[in-house]
């Protein structure tokens, strides 16, 4: 996670405790007939209550709950009810367990369970990755609980260690395989799988980024191939655009493009030809000009190959099947998406956020018509079904579609598809995202069949 990313986090995730200097009052009478309504996320219950109201986890308006200095035994499990609690005080009482659904509370910046009888704290308290500040003094615990806890950053370092040693839920069931031929339809001896997988850069896979995950299912040897840099690309073509300069040569992305042979010629007795693109664009969405002019360079990238090819095997270029997998870190309503799938994009859509990439698409690319449209060469199809893969991509803060297999239209169709994950082992086993034990990214697999509309020959 870069410098800038975790600020945004902790931007995003910004916690403000609760006062202690906080006051309320009960509205009078006349208030209430005149219509005022209170509004109040904060609960405090003193006496030396024993057993508390059921009543309660019915709020789930409650940002903090102070339960402190009663005589509680036990924290009922429906504690988890109470899912937008941010501060949640349960000091100076006789608990001597809690609840393993308090793990659910993942929203809990500020945990205070001190001076209890607590003799073990449950694995679940490690799945509370925004927690900030855990109180436990002045409980029975184990040594070794108490060894981590008061070392320098013992917080993160205990939650850390629960998290390692949390049982780890049921696999999930197998994802459906869904077919998508029409009645009837055979397939060619020629149909092929595709998969588009973007799996954890080493340098990402970080407690900070998820923390809801173990340390153990982040691990993994990356191996590295010769890839394009589309930075270098951008300094090929800045042509004294600062825009081009600050935003887009400044983004490590990368793609690699593969040519493939098929060992079958077609009924004319030419060498067939599939070219297959692998991509990935820059993540932010503040900059999703950048993305559509890494989208452009691919583009233009594999047009000049594909023209290469076509002279070398005397074929027309519209006669090269095309398949690109890409984690274009868009979804399907951006301009990333609508210039591969239709061809072609206003310079003003909102996507370029008034930037202007004019020069390298008139000079460098020749796309830009009068009508101020990029027009690509060639336009693609998509080969999945958000009806039966609604996301590619779940972390704590985001679902959606950002990963994609588009193909061409004109020579090629999906004969199958793989599924989702079920959405009933999601919601079952409370996962608030990806990367998991189970699921080794933060991003999961789109695994398509594609087959040839033309029947080739023996």
């Avoid at 202690?20 to 509004?39: D, F, M, N, Q």
């Avoid at 679902?399 to 009933?424: E, N």
Wanted: glycine share 4%; hydrophobic share 40%; net charge negative.
């Amino acid at each position: 996670m870069s410098a800038n990313s975790k600020q945004r986090f902790k931007d995003k995730y910004k916690y403000k405790p609760p006062d202690p200097r906080r006051s309320h009052r009960i509205l009078s009478a006349e208030e209430i007939t005149s219509g005022k309504v209170s509004k109040w996320s904060e609960l405090k219950i003193e006496s030396n209550v024993r057993i508390l109201s059921p009543k309660i986890f019915g709020m789930r308006f409650l940002t903090a709950l102070y339960l402190n200095d009663n005589k509680l035994t036990a924290l009922p499990s429906e504690i988890n009810l109470l899912d937008n609690l941010t501060y949640l005080d349960v000091s100076n009482n006789n608990l001597r367990s809690l609840p393993t659904s308090i793990g659910d509370l993942v929203n809990l910046r500020e945990l205070n369970i001190s001076n209890n009888n607590l003799r073990r704290l449950p694995n679940e308290i490690g799945k509370l990755f925004l927690l900030q500040q855990l109180r436990l003094q002045g409980n029975p615990l184990p040594p070794e609980i108490s060894s981590i806890y008061t070392e320098t950053n013992g917080t993160n370092k205990l939650l850390l260690y629960l998290l390692d040693n949390l049982e780890v839920c049921p696999q999930p069931p197998s994802r459906d395989w869904i077919c998508l031929q029409e009645s009837g339809q055979e397939l060619t001896p020629y149909a092929f799988t595709v998969m588009c997988y973007n799996v954890l850069c080493e340098k990402y896979a970080t407690r900070a980024s998820y923390g809801y995950c173990p340390s153990w299912a982040l691990a993994f040897t990356l191996v590295k191939e010769d890839l394009i840099e589309f930075n270098h690309l951008a300094m090929m073509h800045a042509e004294k655009s600062e825009d081009m300069i600050n935003r887009v040569m400044t983004k490590d992305n990368i793609a690699m493009i593969s040519v493939l042979r098929i060992n079958k010629a077609d009924g004319s007795g030419k060498q067939l030809r599939l070219i297959v693109a692998n991509a990935h664009m820059h993540w932010d969405p503040e900059f999703s000009d950048v993305k559509i002019v890494q989208t452009v360079m691919l583009v233009h990238e594999i047009y000049s190959l594909m023209k290469t090819i076509a002279s070398e095997i005397d074929c027309a270029v519209s006669e090269i099947p095309l398949v690109v997998c890409a984690d274009l870190n868009s979804l399907p309503s951006s301009a990333v998406v609508e210039v591969l799938t239709s061809g072609n994009v206003s310079v003003k859509h909102p996507d370029f956020k008034g930037k202007s990439y004019d020069g390298y698409f008139n000079n460098s690319c020749n796309i830009l018509t009068g009508e101020n449209d990029l027009v690509l060469p060639f336009k693609l199809a998509q080969a999945t079904n958000q009806d039966f893969l609604p996301y590619t991509n779940m972390t704590y803060d985001f679902t959606g579609v950002i990963d994609y297999i588009l193909f061409s239209g004109k020579l090629l169709y999906p004969s199958g598809m793989l599924g989702g994950y079920s959405q009933a082992w999601v919601e079952e086993n409370k996962i608030v995202g990806y990367p998991h034990p189970h699921v080794p990214s933060d991003h999961i697999s789109v695994l398509v069949e594609l087959d040839f509309k033309f029947i080739m020959q023996d």
